[in-house]
């Protein structure tokens, strides 16, 4: 049995009319087309996490969240030796 590290990450699907927002990491461009994420920090809730992360992605401030759409592990092998507990939210 593996002692991967679990580490709490959020994604959030934010969303206007019919527009999903979305973009490439100007660092990271293999990475693809991607939604805001990150990791949640300590002593921080995943819900504080998400607004964090989109405002830092993106510099959009004001939204709010519809609701948690979800929560499910991913295991990163072979990438790294974690387990990510990913936090999903629809945000407005």
């Not at 934010?14 to 087309?33: D, I, Q, R, S, Y």
């Not at 990150?38 to 993106?58: F, H, K, M, Q, W």
């Not at 929560?71 to 387990?83: A, F, K, L, S």
Request: no cysteine.
């Amino acid at each position: 049995m593996s002692n991967k590290t679990i580490i709490k990450k959020v994604l959030a699907y934010v969303t206007k009319k019919n527009e999903l927002m979305v973009f490439t990491h100007t660092n990271f461009p293999e990475a693809g087309v991607q939604v805001p994420a990150g990791t949640v920090e300590e002593d921080e809730e995943p819900s504080e996490a998400v607004l964090r992360e989109i405002y830092e992605e993106s510099g959009v401030k004001g939204v709010r969240i519809i609701e948690l759409l979800g929560i499910y592990q991913y295991n990163m092998t072979p990438y790294r030796d974690e387990i990510q507990e990913r936090y999903v939210y629809s945000v407005y």
